[in-house]
């Protein structure tokens, strides 16, 4: 009787003990399941974020993008010293002289002794006549204001404004560097300035071009100083 008592508390205590352990191996179980999926969760989370965050750094660098712009700067070489990249790093009279748009202003300035003063002045904007700009001119007159160097520098210093005016800054009458005025008409990618050589209206052909040290708005019209 005593024996089959003992049978029995022993019987009753491993039963007790297997199911206790049974059910701390459930716990843990799951406690490690959960802590298993939480770091998941979080690293899911912060990868979200993180590639929100890079869209929207990439969303707003693209806003801030600030390229050349005009039907006229597909003519612009796509590479090398006369590119757009490439002129960023040359002062304006040199970035001009590597861009055969502009080899006929390049020719001008030269002859007026204007390259030195147009690459060590810092901070220019340069209404810059392409080549067409300078053949709708009457080759003698053309030829007479080559020949003439004051008229021909009070022309080319009459396309050069003090500041770097970037496109939204553009229209309005500003002062030049040969101490008169210009007047540009437009908004947005649309410019225009009245008085030319020809009498046709100029207009920005390929703007917000930048060079070391000046923005350039190459037109398609020679601009002329006010008469006085």
Do not use: W
Not at 155 to 178: C, E, F, K, M, N
Not at 202 to 219: E, F, K, L, R
Request: hydrophobic share 35%; glycine share 8%.
């Amino acid at each position: 009787m005593k024996s089959t008592l003992t049978r029995g508390v022993l019987l009753a205590t491993a039963s007790t003990l297997a199911v206790t352990l049974s059910a701390c191996g459930s716990d843990d179980s799951g406690t490690a399941s959960e802590g298993s999926a939480s770091p998941s969760s979080d690293s899911s989370s912060e990868t979200s974020s993180g590639s929100e965050e890079g869209m929207e750094s990439t969303s707003g660098s693209d806003m801030m993008s600030d390229e050349p712009f005009g039907a006229g700067c597909s003519a612009v070489p796509a590479d090398g010293e006369g590119s757009f990249t490439g002129m960023t790093d040359d002062p304006v009279a040199t970035a001009a002289s590597n861009n055969p748009v502009l080899s006929t202003l390049v020719q001008a300035v030269t002859q007026a002794n204007l390259v030195d003063t147009l690459n060590t002045t810092p901070d220019i904007t340069v209404i810059a006549p392409a080549n067409p700009a300078f053949e709708a001119i009457p080759q003698d007159q053309l030829q007479a204001v080559l020949a003439d160097n004051a008229v021909l520098t009070q022309i080319l210093t009459h396309h050069v404004i003090p500041g770097r005016l970037s496109p939204d800054q553009l229209a309005g009458t500003h002062t030049t560097v040969a101490g008169d005025e210009v007047t540009i008409e437009g908004s947005g990618e649309n410019f225009t300035v009245a008085q030319t050589v020809t009498g046709t209206p100029a207009s920005v052909i390929c703007g917000d071009v930048q060079t070391a040290n000046a923005t350039v708005y190459i037109v398609d019209q020679v601009l002329a100083p006010a008469a006085g």
